[in-house]
């Protein structure tokens, strides 16, 4: 694998960094979303038991102590239990705009790995080739007979940055398209959450 690495050049050091970059993210996202998934539909017959008791606090200090966006959005809703529907609704989504984000957080840098790793790579095989030419040149200029084993050998070296960049780029977007499905599933979740108890302030408003 070293031969590998010192043969693909100065790119190939790129490629294995955006690699290290890569995995990283994607263990920290996988770790970050593992500790914010919940229960949903269990956290939310216990807050509509509360709510529909007219027990708000209590939904407020399960809301307290419930990890993950969702505990939180709704926390932002309940509190607002005696302003319209509208100031409620208006509420949560104030508290999903600053949620999202920390769902989404360096997922950019993944597409962006996805995207540039291929890039790198035929940057580095397009080095290679100059080089090799460049070798078939002199020997051309000096009278000295060309090898192809030579160009094969140039070839194949410069190849090497192709194949990293590919093996990297690949995997990086397969992991940024889950991690994009895992975030899209937990912002569903948030929306049927909130207008869940948007609906159910609103009727025990109306029924007081």
Not at 68 to 81: D, E, Q, R, S, T
Not at 89 to 98: P, Q, S
Not at 155 to 169: D, R
Request: aromatic share 6%; glycine share 8%; hydrophobic share 50%.
């Amino acid at each position: 694998m070293w031969d590998f690495i010192v043969k693909g050049g100065p790119i190939m050091g790129l490629i294995i960094l955006c690699s290290i970059i890569a995995f990283a993210v994607f263990m920290e996202r996988m770790w970050y979303l593992r500790n914010a998934r919940i229960d949903t539909r269990r956290f939310m017959r216990a807050i509509s038991s509360k709510l529909k008791s007219s027990k708000v606090m209590e939904a407020v200090d399960m809301c307290n102590l419930t990890k993950g966006p969702i505990a939180h959005i709704l926390k932002a809703g309940i509190v607002k239990y005696d302003k319209s529907r509208q100031e409620i609704r208006e509420a949560i989504e104030d508290a999903g705009i600053h949620e999202v984000p920390l769902l989404e957080r360096n997922l950019g840098v993944l597409a962006t790995i996805a995207h540039i790793t291929p890039l790198l790579g035929l940057l580095g095989t397009v080095v290679g080739m100059l080089k090799a030419f460049q070798v078939i040149e002199e020997k051309a200029s000096g009278m000295v007979p060309v090898n192809p084993g030579d160009l094969a050998g140039g070839i194949w070296e410069a190849l090497i940055t192709t194949v990293g960049g590919l093996s990297i780029a690949i995997p990086a977007y397969v992991a940024y398209n889950y991690l994009v499905s895992k975030v899209d599933n937990f912002v569903l979740d948030m929306e049927k959450s909130a207008t869940e108890v948007v609906n159910l302030l609103s009727e025990q408003k109306e029924s007081v």
